[in-house]
């Protein structure tokens, strides 16, 4: 028989609680947009929250970007002012040594024409009290005891020459006193100049040591950023990028300017004769490791007193004489074949660009720019803008000092 069992009455299989689960389901659905909502407005939150943050972070790299630009600005602008202010010293101090020679060499010629006007007066006045005393007692003799004329004419020859005589002596002596006023005067003229340039050399180092204390307080705020060696990294990274850069702007540049009759002798015929650029104990040598031992050095340095001579190793022209970032005060010298010798960190610069120089003449003084602790040189030599080692190039020994010992990583 057929099921006539009425389907208004639910089944005692399921019992109450499919109702149950079909009320929650019902709820759920009417409650769970509004928690959706909830959550996607919480995640809008935190992504324009993040998006500030990631704004701000850009923002503070960027301002940091601009600092680090500013300061190294500065920096520059600061050494480059140290580096024409040793010049200036160095002239100062030259045209003082020549003042003062010449100062001393007046005073020897104005003790010297003293002593001769001395003598001269002393000679002229003998004489006239002798020829007063003498003269006239033969004159008189001569006219009261009416002599022979002839030796009256030479009585008074002898006079006419002995009169001639003093007048010589007595313009040579007014000719001597005009020597000593102007030896005197120039003498005054002189020791002004000598005042003059002391008050220069004053004020000069009292703007030295201004422009230093400046420097001091650039190489503090420069030292925050780069306190860690990944830090040092990516700033050596960034210097030795920029000098490449350079070189290859030079090559580009220096290969179309025709190389003088001059050069008769070449660069490369002097491997391992080339004298070094300055005298003292080789610190840092070629091909050893830097930053946590990630970067190794392209050049040697070489540790000397500040202000000491940097001299060209062989003939060439300069082609660049600036400040350079991490390098400081850098002039760079084309010797042709494609070879170049760099000078770093100096003091100051006496060579412009363009200018030719010989071997050993004086093209900079040793300093400490771009940021160094210690003066010091940077020197290499590059082929065709790639470093090559400077102890294969310059003579065994050298510089005079004993070489300093150096972990060489293979």
């Not at 420069?222 to 920029?242: T, Y």
Request: hydrophobic letters at 35%; one cysteine or more.
């Amino acid at each position: 028989m057929p099921d006539h069992t009425p389907l208004s009455r639910p089944s005692n299989r399921y019992g109450p609680s499919l109702f149950t689960a079909l009320l929650f389901c019902l709820l759920g659905a009417f409650t769970l947009p509004k928690d959706v909502r909830a959550g996607e407005r919480e995640t809008k939150n935190q992504l324009q929250n993040l998006g500030r943050k990631i704004g701000g972070l850009r923002q503070q790299l960027k301002s940091q970007r601009a600092s680090r630009k500013l300061t190294a600005a500065r920096l520059r602008k600061t050494e480059l002012r140290l580096g024409a202010l040793g010049r200036q010293l160095r002239d100062i101090e030259t045209g003082l040594a020549h003042k003062s020679g010449l100062l001393k060499v007046l005073r020897k010629r104005h003790a010297k024409q003293r002593d001769k006007l001395q003598q001269m007066r002393s000679e002229l006045a003998r004489q006239l009290r002798a020829a007063y005393a003498t003269g006239r007692e033969d004159y008189l003799k001569v006219i009261l005891n009416q002599e022979d004329p002839h030796a009256l004419a030479r009585v008074m020859t002898y006079y006419q020459y002995f009169s001639q005589a003093r007048a010589r002596q007595i313009t040579e002596l007014q000719q001597q006193i005009r020597q000593l006023k102007e030896t005197e005067a120039t003498i005054g003229l002189e020791k002004a100049a000598l005042a003059h340039l002391q008050s220069r050399k004053t004020l000069s180092r009292a703007e030295v040591e201004t422009q230093r204390h400046q420097r001091h307080l650039i190489l503090g705020r420069m030292d925050v950023g780069i306190r860690d060696d990944r830090a040092q990294l990516k700033q050596l990274l960034r210097n030795k990028k920029q000098l490449e850069q350079l070189l290859q702007e030079l090559g580009r540049k220096l290969s179309d300017i025709p190389e003088t009759p001059q050069t008769s002798q070449r660069f490369p015929e002097h491997r391992g004769k080339l004298p070094w650029p300055s005298r003292g104990r080789l610190i840092q040598r070629f091909g050893t490791l830097s930053a946590g031992g990630n970067l190794s050095h392209q050049g040697v340095r070489i540790a000397a007193p500040y202000g000491a001579v940097v001299s060209s190793i062989f003939r060439g022209r300069v082609a660049f004489s600036d400040w350079l970032r991490g390098f400081g005060l850098l002039l760079i010298i084309d010797h042709g074949d494609g070879f170049m010798s760099l000078y770093g960190h100096n003091e100051s610069l006496l060579k412009e660009a363009g200018d030719w120089v010989d071997q050993g003449e004086t093209i900079a003084n040793v300093g400490d720019s771009g940021g160094q602790a210690k003066s010091g040189l940077y020197f290499s030599i590059r082929r065709n803008g790639k470093p090559i080692n400077p102890q294969k190039w310059c003579r065994r020994g050298k510089p005079r000092a004993t070489l300093a010992r150096a972990t060489r990583h293979q």
